[in-house]
């Protein structure tokens, strides 16, 4: 319901030569055909599909595909990753995938591809998002305006895949945003692929100045400080946002010091979210559970504060310690990883020993706090309490209230209840 259009592919045909051929096979909805005629196979992914990445590399290269990987996943993990595949990309793919394919035409592919010198971000292309198959997209024109974020976060993965804050000319920008493709319901609506939007603010106030005149309607991500000028909310909200992505991550302010999160302030999160949702700004937000300063009380602490402020939606997750992360460093140190399947490094497993709780206990509080994060009252009271934008929030959050008791329906037998405090009921 609210499918965005992927950006590394797109972007990475812009750089190809027009004498190949370029098709895209995005697997949220479309089958890989891999007895296809391709010369050469690339894949992207995270680390939850890394596994799968592996698999489906493994039956492309025993057809005879040369098959190449970048992507996060790969940047942590290139030794790892170029066990599977002909050749992996580490970090930024722009100047890399063109001296790759020169290679692969050379016949001398190299096993590995690192960046030794850096990009100038006024040479990015227009992605190709003609290649897409469009009506598949509720958010078809993605844009990314920044690459990196000036913060380095102890669990975050972004500073090992774009070392430097780097932000785009304006003037292209906006000509890219100009020239959307699509219908004219996805040429008004754009994404902002962005980790931190504001990460430069003089820059981004004159993005916002330059995009108010072209009456789009967009979303987008950066940091919570964002608040702290409030001058750049309303040009913002001026310039078309109704919806902006925030890791608030937690209301446990130990728990964001340790983990380097310095430049969020728990303090600040009721009079940013009610000023945001005056500016008619949405707030979708990250949460993580079970850092190492969180107790029990963690999830309900977490839920009552997140309905009391009006939050639109929210992304929970259980704490990830990515791989090479300093989290993940951290943690393989102490011996508290339980294991490295990272089919469940995805948000909704514990992999690690928590500190103040069990594996078990974390996962069902994660499930309790998703649950009734989810239901219909939770979504009347906050929805009520924000009042921006229902359009958007209220079809996602239905979306994932249907997804959650799907999976319990499934799980459990018939008229069973979801057996999710019983772990922790006690000590609450």
Not at 149 to 160: E, L
Request: charge should be neutral.
């Amino acid at each position: 319901m609210f499918r965005a259009a992927p950006l590394t592919h797109p972007l990475l045909a812009a750089y190809t030569p027009l004498d190949i051929e370029v098709s895209i096979v995005d697997e949220a909805f479309e089958t890989i055909d891999l007895d296809g005629d391709a010369d050469l196979v690339a894949l992207t992914c995270v680390v939850p599909l890394a596994n799968r990445a592996y698999a489906l590399a493994q039956k492309l290269r025993e057809r005879g595909k040369t098959v190449v990987c970048g992507g996060p996943h790969v940047s942590l993990m290139p030794q790892e990753a170029a066990a599977y595949f002909d050749a992996v990309i580490i970090g930024e793919g722009d100047l890399l995938w063109p001296q790759l394919l020169q290679d692969f035409r050379a016949g001398c592919l190299r096993k590995y591809y690192r960046n030794t010198r850096a990009l100038d971000p006024g040479h990015i292309p227009v992605p190709r998002r003609d290649l897409l198959n469009q009506k598949r997209y509720s958010i078809l024109n993605t844009v990314q305006a920044t690459r990196g974020c000036p913060f380095s976060c102890k669990f975050c993965t972004t500073r090992r895949v774009y070392p430097r804050f780097q932000t785009r000319p304006v003037k292209h920008v906006v000509e890219e945003i100009e020239r959307a493709a699509g219908g004219p319901l996805q040429r008004r609506v754009i994404m902002f692929w962005d980790d931190n939007l504001i990460g430069n603010p003089l820059w981004a106030e004159k993005l916002f100045r330059e995009m108010a005149p072209l009456k789009k309607i967009w979303f987008g991500q950066c940091t919570f400080n964002l608040v702290k000028d409030k001058a750049l909310v309303r040009l913002a909200a001026n310039s078309g946002c109704r919806g902006l992505f925030f890791g608030l991550e937690s209301f446990n302010s130990l728990s964001l010091r340790n983990n380097g999160k310095f430049h969020n302030d728990v303090r600040a999160y009721e009079e940013g979210i009610k000023f945001l949702h005056d500016s008619g700004i949405s707030v979708y937000t990250g949460i993580m559970l079970g850092f190492d300063d969180d107790e029990k009380d963690i999830f309900e602490i977490t839920f009552e504060h997140l309905n009391r402020l009006g939050v639109d939606m929210v992304a929970p997750r259980i704490v990830v310690p990515y791989p090479n992360t300093p989290l993940f460093n951290e943690l393989a140190r102490d011996d508290r990883l339980l294991h490295r399947d990272w089919s469940k490094y995805d948000g909704a497993h514990a992999v690690f020993r928590p500190r103040q709780m069990t594996a078990a206990e974390l996962e069902g509080g994660f499930r309790w706090f998703d649950r009734k994060f989810h239901s219909f009252r939770s979504i009347a009271s906050r929805l009520w309490e924000s009042k921006t934008f229902p359009w958007l929030s209220l079809p996602v959050n239905l979306s994932k209230h249907y997804w959650i008791e799907k999976a319990s329906a499934e799980q459990l037998p018939s008229g069973q209840a979801y057996p999710i405090r019983a772990a922790f009921t006690e000590d609450f």
